[in-house]
């Protein structure tokens, strides 16, 4: 049996909730009713197993799936430590209201200096949440500090995922 796994941040809510379960089918909903009933005041009742059932998604299908969002970011760097430093702070200061799932940052071997920076959301809107906090927008100021010239910024919509 494939493992599940039920993100908050994917559901509606009012607290930026971002606990995510992951298990076997089952187990994730139990987990994710006592969840919903503690932490959001929610009752256990059909209605409500029936929506996270709904909500539940494959586990590896978390990395990427069709309608979540990307965002490709190339830079130049002299300093990656700078940029490294810059991302934690974000991250610590973001805390709970982060809608990022995941972030990769990888140099390119041909042009020295550049990098290329993929993050992922679970969708556009969550991404235009991230991107208009006033964290980042002190992130991308601190970014200009570390970098060189204008990072420029790819806005991608996952519309199919391969499995390789």
């Given at each position: 049996?494939?493992r ?8 509606p ?60 970011i ?14 934690e702070d ?69 519309v199919?995922?391969?499995r390789?």
């Amino acid at each position: 049996m494939a493992r599940k796994s039920l993100d908050c941040r994917t559901m509606p809510s009012e607290r930026n909730c971002t606990v995510q379960i992951a298990g076997e089918e089952d187990e994730v909903l139990e987990l994710a009713v006592a969840h919903a009933v503690a932490a959001h005041g929610h009752t256990d009742s059909r209605e409500l197993r029936e929506g996270l059932r709904a909500g539940l998604r494959d586990e590896e299908g978390l990395l990427a799936e069709p309608g979540s969002f990307l965002q490709l970011i190339e830079f130049h760097a002299r300093d990656l430590d700078g940029f490294g430093r810059i991302v934690e702070d974000w991250r610590e200061r973001m805390g709970r209201e982060a809608t990022a799932r995941w972030g990769v940052v990888a140099a390119d071997r041909d042009r020295s200096g550049t990098y290329v920076e993929i993050v992922a959301f679970p969708d556009h809107d969550s991404a235009m949440r991230n991107s208009d906090h006033p964290v980042t927008t002190d992130f991308a100021k601190q970014m200009q500090e570390v970098t060189e010239g204008e990072a420029s910024f790819r806005n991608l919509d996952v519309v199919r995922v391969l499995r390789m």
